[in-house]
């Protein structure tokens, strides 16, 4: 019985699967060395990394096939949960391939990427293993499941408050530099919204930018470029700069030109979180996030969903989705999905969160994922149903084949019902709680078959059929969520 030593945490290595699965991936380390190539791929051109879809780039593509990209999840720095493997088979089995991942240690008994000393302060040139072990087996076990780590690099509430008080960043915590020396207060009491700490101006320019803060950003660039010695290695990997930041985007396009950068030739896509895209025509940040493609490569919308609710959450995505039609075509990720707590803030409660979920789905998102509870629905049964559902439409309609088509609807009342469509083809309409309306079919004559999908069980409903060349009523069988899926004959 062989032990290993890692600081704060005892891995035993006599567990046959992590053996078979650590040698698996030495010889497969060594063999692409030998070849010339990141491990994960089979030759330099990295065709079976995650992209955008050739053939519409409005969504993704991994191992060279489109993809729809769904998720739910317990924690957000899924890294650091103890039933990893457990949690990452039950999104699997219900049809999820998206986490997101925060580099984050700001819960109970989370660790820490520094070195902890006897003393109890860090060594920020020394790291613990144990935590980039973690980091490291979630990208093995991601990826040996085709599932999609959408990673967070700096989430800005691990720098204020309780969590700053036990940071390693935070010169009180650490034998590296004091507050004089690296341009940092022990204490930063506030909401991070507010934009007051200097972690996140360590940039030469930024309006907090100070000359100390250049050790700070040495740091910075050392523990970014320590998860990337990891994370480059796979080609499953979303890079999301920040969690719904405030502070001015030089910030995030520095980081991501650095990660470009270090990834070389090697294609990765980068984008950042911007806190305001629940109003995006009030914000700066994302009005510029969506006028530069070159920069952002990726769009995450995720604020939507709060503050937004039913028909007015689904005018703002569409009128984001709009605006990204005017450039250079790219995805649009929610990989954060609020709904439960009725917070002062505007979470909602846990039903909203699924109608949002679903809203994002129907209005063309290429990535939506169901935040973290209490203020999102996790993998709950509920959420579990949700993917279900989409999967199943999917076996009927492809959403990267049909486009938002409202103007085809009528007799509808507000947030009664949402459709996608290929005009003379597909159609799916989303009802988020029953209702009846009347769909336009009378271009196209002929028969046409249906199906319904109760959201809420996430199990197949009855078939149906209707005739086309005229206006034709749809009434959805019940009270509660349902997908109408049809197909012309």
Not at 113 to 141: M, V
Not at 148 to 176: C, G, K, L, T
Not at 296 to 315: G, K, P, V
Request: charged share 20%.
């Amino acid at each position: 019985m062989n032990w290993l030593w890692i600081p704060n945490e005892l891995v035993l290595y006599d567990k046959h699967r992590n053996m078979k699965r650590h040698f698996i991936f030495l010889c497969f380390i060594i063999l692409a060395v030998i070849s010339g190539c990141s491990p994960g791929q089979d030759d330099n051109s990295y065709t079976n990394d995650i992209k955008p879809y050739t053939e519409n780039p409005r969504y993704w593509q991994y191992k060279g096939n489109p993809v729809l990209l769904l998720g739910g999840t317990v924690d957000d720095n899924l890294f650091q949960i103890p039933n990893l493997e457990e949690h990452l088979d039950l999104l699997q089995s219900i049809g999820g391939n998206y986490i997101r991942n925060t580099m984050s240690s700001r819960d109970s008994g989370n660790l820490w990427p520094f070195y902890p000393q006897p003393d109890g302060l860090y060594d920020l040139n020394k790291w613990n293993e144990a935590y980039w072990y973690k980091f490291e087996s979630l990208l093995e076990l991601t990826s040996e499941r085709d599932i999609i780590v959408q990673i967070e690099v700096w989430d800005r509430f691990d720098y204020s408050r309780n969590p700053w008080m036990v940071n390693p960043f935070n010169p009180a915590n650490n034998v590296n530099y004091t507050e004089d020396e690296c341009g940092m207060a022990s204490d930063y009491p506030r909401h991070p919204s507010g934009d007051l700490q200097p972690f996140f101006h360590s940039i030469p320019g930024m309006p907090k930018y100070s000359q100390e803060l250049d050790r700070v950003r040495n740091y910075q660039e050392r523990l970014v470029d320590k998860l990337l010695s990891y994370s480059l290695h796979y080609g499953n990997v979303l890079y999301c700069m920040d969690n719904e930041t405030s502070t001015p985007p030089e910030w995030g396009r520095y980081w991501m030109k650095f990660i470009q950068d270090k990834a070389g030739d090697k294609q990765v896509y980068t984008t950042d979180m911007f806190d305001r895209f629940f109003i995006p025509r009030q914000c700066a940040s994302c009005l510029a996030a969506l006028a530069n493609p070159g920069i952002y490569e990726f769009l995450d919308a995720s604020q939507i969903n709060s503050r937004n609710f039913n028909e007015t959450h689904w005018d703002t995505l569409i009128w984001i989705l709009q605006q990204r039609e005017l450039y250079t075509l790219r995805p649009v990720n929610c990989v954060k999905v609020y709904g439960g707590m009725n917070t002062t803030w505007g979470s909602g409660s846990n039903a909203d969160g699924i109608e949002r979920f679903l809203r994002n789905v129907v209005g063309g998102c290429a990535a939506v994922r169901h935040h973290r509870p209490p203020t999102g629905n996790g993998l709950s049964e509920k959420s579990q149903a949700s993917i279900k559902s989409i999967r199943l439409v999917e076996t009927m309609v492809k959403m990267w084949d049909v486009n938002p088509h409202m103007e085809l609807l009528s007799d509808r009342e507000d947030d009664e019902a949402y459709l996608t469509a290929k005009e003379g083809e597909s159609y799916v309409i989303l009802f988020p709680d029953g209702g009846s309306v009347t769909l336009d079919l009378g271009a196209y004559p002929g028969r046409f078959s249906g199906r319904w999908i109760d959201i809420g069980s996430g199990i197949w409903g009855e078939w149906f059929s209707l005739n086309g060349g005229d206006l034709t009523e749809i009434t959805a069988p019940g009270p509660g969520g349902w997908f109408a899926v049809i197909n012309r004959e």
